[in-house]
């Protein structure tokens, strides 16, 4: 899971695309890049850190041009301790080539071998974004040999893309002197939208993984990109789109609408502060089955994203909502940081706890979803230490009990507190007097009552329904094998995402 910005102006884009990635911060906060192009000239800079600490104003004004992309890194695979697995990522042929991708391909292992040994490509690092963009470039370069590069040659080569790479994508892609290329995998997995704005200079067009990006720079939203689709926009900001997969099916990440996701973002046409809320709504529901609600004296939720579900469970029940924990700001998010030892250490400089709100009560947390335990373990025990008379904690995720291949830093099965133990075991590990789950068909249900084109979930680490159906327990032991050879501490080499080898099509 990263953010991804691309734009084509009759203006500078820098500025832009700072901006714009700053909106997506919340997506990747493990490095930073922005690649601008003039003319036919790419100007790059990336690095490890925030946007703000990456970009400064000697960079900005090294990125001129009219047209750019902007990434911000999630470390979920790939080494997370790398500058040059930071994105954009760049080919010199065919025309000149920059990509940047959120997702994870789950075949990249089979991919590097087939570039080496029959497209005579070489792959550097271990980022299965440089496998994409060479597979991209061998298309284009297939399709469009000794002919004009016409919007037509570019969805072919999509096309050819599609049938070639498994696993979610969203992609934008810069093609030197004609224009910006944006695609999303068959599945719809990873989210993607474009939108544009009406300058004094002409037409401006930005495509991102989040609307709110779009609406936070001033521009429309036109829509989101279909599943399989393709759009090219070429430097007059003309918009081209076309389908380039055969049969294309819109069921996008639920962990999106869980947690990753801005609540102000609109994804596939479904509100996700209002799938927050809905949740909240079952939630509540579940509660009242486990515990009268009298017992409970206050609803707390655990700042940020269980905001909305703690407040409707909190109204369905008829309990106070009382703000429990005051955030830190300016410490990462635990779920995204890299490493186990890092992750402790951080839940008790990022939260702190409101004595007043907890002394001789029955508290209910609520968080937006228990992954490995060990933060819910910690909030736990600082709710009893400000005086909680009991703490119950309820999630308004389901158990997450399976692997994720598709761009989430959950992918061994031991890291999750909820493979192989009973709910009543993960209450036991984290110490709380009682513990309700989010339903995951209700969950389902709920999310998907908000647009009816949604054609289902990807929602595999709940449900263990991989929906590109080549997911195997071999491709979870290599995972394994591979995250423990390489450690899993801040100073570790980081995590290889060709550790799917041969691994599930994600789509």
């Given amino acids: 899971m990263c953010g991804i910005v691309g734009v084509i102006s009759q203006t500078p884009v820098n500025q832009l695309i700072y901006d714009a990635l700053l909106l997506l911060q919340h997506r990747g906060q493990d490095a930073a890049g922005i690649v601008t192009m003039q003319g036919t000239k790419c100007f790059m800079h990336k690095a490890r850190g925030m946007v703000r600490d990456v970009f400064r104003t000697r960079n900005m004004r090294a990125l001129p041009g009219q047209v750019g992309l902007g990434q911000v890194r999630y470390p979920t695979a790939g080494n997370a301790y790398s500058e040059e697995e930071a994105q954009p990522f760049y080919v010199n042929a065919p025309f000149g080539i920059v990509l940047v991708h959120n997702g994870n391909l789950t075949n990249a292992h089979a991919l590097k071998k087939e570039l080496f040994d029959i497209d005579r490509r070489h792959i550097n690092t271990e980022s299965d974004s440089e496998v994409l963009i060479n597979v991209l470039a061998h298309e284009l370069e297939r399709t469009a040999r000794e002919l004009p590069l016409t919007p037509d040659k570019i969805f072919e080569a999509v096309a050819a893309v599609h049938k070639r790479i498994k696993g979610s994508y969203a992609v934008i892609a810069l093609i030197a002197g004609h224009g910006l290329l944006a695609f999303r995998d068959p599945f719809g997995i990873r989210p993607l939208v474009f939108g544009e704005a009406d300058l004094p200079e002409g037409k401006e067009v930005m495509v991102a993984s989040e609307s709110v990006t779009l609406e936070g720079t001033g521009h429309r939203i036109t829509r989101d990109v279909a599943p399989g689709e393709a759009i090219f926009i070429d430097q007059a900001g003309n918009v081209h789109a076309r389908q380039c997969h055969d049969n294309p099916s819109l069921q996008p990440c639920m962990f999106e609408y869980v947690y990753l996701a801005r609540p102000d973002s609109v994804m596939d046409g479904v509100s996700v502060y209002q799938a927050r809320l809905n949740m909240g ?68 400089q990022k939260l702190n706890a409101i004595a007043s709100e ?44 399976f692997p994720n291949v598709y761009g989430i830093d959950m992918p061994t099965k031991e890291e999750l507190i909820a493979h192989g133990r009973s709910i009543e075991e993960v209450r036991e590990f984290i110490g709380a007097d009682a513990l309700i789950y989010q339903d995951v068909e209700a969950m389902k249900r709920v999310v998907g009552a908000l647009n009816p084109q949604l054609q289902g979930f990807e929602a595999s680490c709940f449900d263990g329904h991989y929906i590109t159906g080549d997911v195997s327990v071999e491709d979870f032991e290599t995972m394994r094998e591979q995250r423990q050879s390489q450690g899993d501490e801040e100073e570790g080499p980081g995590r290889s995402r060709l550790a799917l080898q041969n691994a599930a099509e994600q789509a």
């Fill in 281 to 348: 709504e079952t939630l509540a529901q579940r509660v009242i089955s486990t515990m009268p609600p009298s017992e409970i004296d206050v609803v707390i939720p655990i700042p940020e994203s269980s905001r909305p579900s703690a407040m409707q469970l909190a109204h369905k029940l008829g309990r106070p909502y009382r703000e429990g924990f005051v955030k830190n700001r300016y410490v990462g998010r635990t779920f995204i940081m890299p490493g186990q030892a890092k992750r402790k250490k951080s839940v008790r």
């Fill in 358 to 401: 907890f002394k001789g009560r029955n508290v209910l947390l609520v968080d937006d979803s228990i992954v490995r335990g060990t933060t819910s373990k910690e909030i736990v025990q600082m709710a009893r230490e400000a005086g909680a008379r009991k703490v119950y904690m309820a999630s308004a995720a389901p158990p997450v009990r």
